[in-house]
């Protein structure tokens, strides 16, 4: 998600199935807590919350 790809280039690049990445990502999300909100890309909150907890922001 960091390289900014889909769940089908995720897939790819690691020889995974689209719905194998779509569950984890499905996971990442729940457990962030992340709020369905129509004005937030909770894909790029995510990887905000990855670069904080690393102090890379």
């Known amino acids: 998600m960091a ?8 897939a790819q690049r690691l ?5 194998t990445v779509e569950r984890h990502v499905g996971n990442i999300l729940a457990k962030l807590e992340l709020p369905l909100d129509p004005q937030d ?17």
């Open 3 to 10: 390289e900014g790809r889909a769940n089908l280039g995720i």
């Open 41 to 57: 890309h909770r894909r790029v909150l995510v990887v905000m919350s990855y670069l904080q907890a690393q102090g890379r922001s």
């Open 15 to 19: 020889w995974l199935t689209g719905c």
